[in-house]
C-alpha cells in the first residue's frame, strides 16, 4: 500500500499568495484529517472529514483556510492569502471508522510550508 | 470533554536500559489510547494501540504499553534502548463514547526521547 501521500514536500511563497496542499488518502479509508505543527502550537487538529463531508472545522485558524474533499481519494487545503505566521509542516492523515469502531490514523510525511 | 498530558518533555536513557515515556488520560467513557513516534523531518508513526482486553499492548519495535485505568495512564516502554529509537513520541486519546461523528484524536505535546551510546 502506497500510505498517505502529500504535495508538494515543501512549499515556499510570499506573503499574499494562494497556497494549496494536496492529501491523496489510503484507499479504502472514510476518514482523512488535516494537521499542523508548530514548535509553539505542537500538532493541531485543523478539520476532518468523514465519506467525504466535513464534520468539524473548529480548528481552522481562520477565513484565510478552507479544505476540500471532492471523493474519497483527494482532498485540498488552501490558504489564501497567505501570511509568515502560517509557516508549519501540515500533515494529513486518514482512518477508517465505522460505528463506534476506532482504528489508528495513518499520517503522511507532511508538507512544510515557507512563507516570507 | 477528552485530554491527555505527557508529562516530560524530554526523557533521556542510555542504551541498553529500559525505557519508559510517561501519558496520562481524561475522557468522560471508556478510551481508546495510541502511541505515535516522530523522527526528524517525518510524519507520525502509528506504534500501538489500547481499545480493549488485555492491559499490556505489543506493538512495532519492540514497544509496549501498558493501560491502567485506575491512575488513568499508559506509559509507554520498552526493555532494551536502541540509540535508532531516539525520535518524539506521541500520546493520544479518543473517548469511546464520543458520539456518532466524533472521530478525532486527542493528542498529547509530544515527549522527545534521546537514547545516549
Known amino acids: 500500500d502506497a500510505g498517505v501521500i502529500q504535495s508538494p514536500r515543501h512549499e515556499v511563497t510570499e506573503m499574499g499568495q494562494e497556497v494549496t496542499l494536496r492529501c491523496k488518502p489510503i484507499s479504502g479509508h472514510n476518514s482523512l484529517f488535516w494537521y499542523r505543527q508548530t514548535m509553539m502550537r505542537g500538532l493541531e487538529l485543523l478539520i476532518y472529514f468523514n465519506n467525504n463531508v466535513p464534520i468539524d472545522d473548529s480548528g481552522m485558524p481562520e477565513d484565510r483556510f478552507s479544505a476540500k474533499m471532492p471523493n474519497a481519494s483527494f482532498s485540498t487545503l488552501k490558504i489564501q492569502p497567505s501570511e509568515p505566521r502560517d509557516s508549519a509542516v501540515y500533515f494529513c492523515?486518514?482512518?477508517?471508522?465505522?460505528?463506534?469502531?476506532?482504528?489508528?490514523?495513518?499520517f503522511g510525511p507532511g508538507t512544510r510550508l515557507t512563507v516570507t | 470533554a477528552q485530554s491527555v498530558a505527557q508529562p516530560e518533555d524530554q526523557v533521556n536513557v542510555a542504551e541498553g536500559n529500559p525505557l519508559t515515556v510517561k501519558c496520562t488520560y481524561s475522557?468522560?467513557?471508556?478510551?481508546?489510547l495510541f502511541w505515535y513516534v516522530q523522527y526528524p523531518n517525518r510524519g507520525l508513526q502509528f506504534l500501538l494501540k489500547y481499545i480493549t482486553g488485555d492491559n499490556l499492548v505489543k506493538g512495532s519495535y519492540g514497544f509496549e504499553a501498558e493501560f491502567n485505568k485506575s491512575q488513568t495512564s499508559f506509559h509507554l516502554k520498552k526493555p532494551s534502548a536502541l540509540v535508532s529509537d531516539s525520535a518524539l513520541y506521541f500520546c493520544a486519546v479518543r473517548d469511546a463514547y464520543s458520539g456518532a461523528g466524533s472521530y478525532q484524536l486527542t493528542f498529547g505535546k509530544g515527549t522527545k526521547l534521546s537514547v545516549i551510546p
Open positions: 492523515a486518514s482512518s477508517l471508522y465505522f460505528g463506534t469502531s476506532s482504528y489508528e490514523q495513518y
Open positions: 475522557v468522560s467513557g471508556n478510551p481508546y
